[in-house]
């Protein structure tokens, strides 16, 4: 069974929405996506992404509710591959900008009605499409 992939859409300050560029493979470098990562064997979901968020943005979140796929019965995001995605709303608990590791080129805050002008990998820009319509409710 694939493994289950969990992302962030992490709000800050004045409601804005952190999209990272990847930094790799090399067809998807340059790409936003929502932060985040997989859930290791016998590890919730919740916490797997608290852990990936730490490694790899070295950022301290609290998450809040799930931010779900109102196409899909189970609330996820398809992935290729048959892979999911689940996501969740977070904060941050600190004003720390994002680290930048070999993981990503860059992170901005984007303006919530302006994620669509970012240049999104193709599973996040549903999610991108539909937050755009979506108020935080954190």
Do not use: C
């Not at 992939?5 to 990272?20: H, P, Q, R, T």
């Not at 609330?75 to 995605?85: A, H, I, Y």
């Not at 996501?87 to 720390?96: D, K, N, Q």
């Amino acid at each position: 069974m694939p493994k289950l992939i969990v992302a962030a859409i992490i709000v800050g300050e004045g409601d804005k929405i952190l999209a990272s560029a990847r930094a790799y493979p090399a067809d998807l470098a340059g790409r936003f996506e929502f932060a985040g990562g997989k859930v290791e064997d016998g590890e919730d979901p919740r916490d797997a992404l608290v852990r990936e968020l730490d490694e790899e943005l070295h950022l301290a979140v609290s998450l809040g509710p799930a931010f779900r796929n109102p196409h899909n019965a189970d609330g996820t995001w398809p992935l290729d591959g048959g892979r999911k995605m689940a996501t969740w709303w977070a904060r941050p608990l600190t004003h720390t900008t994002p680290l930048l590791t070999s993981s990503h080129l860059a992170h901005v805050w984007q303006p919530r009605e302006r994620l669509s002008e970012l240049n999104w990998l193709a599973p996040d820009r549903p999610i991108a499409t539909l937050l755009e319509r979506t108020t935080p409710p954190l």
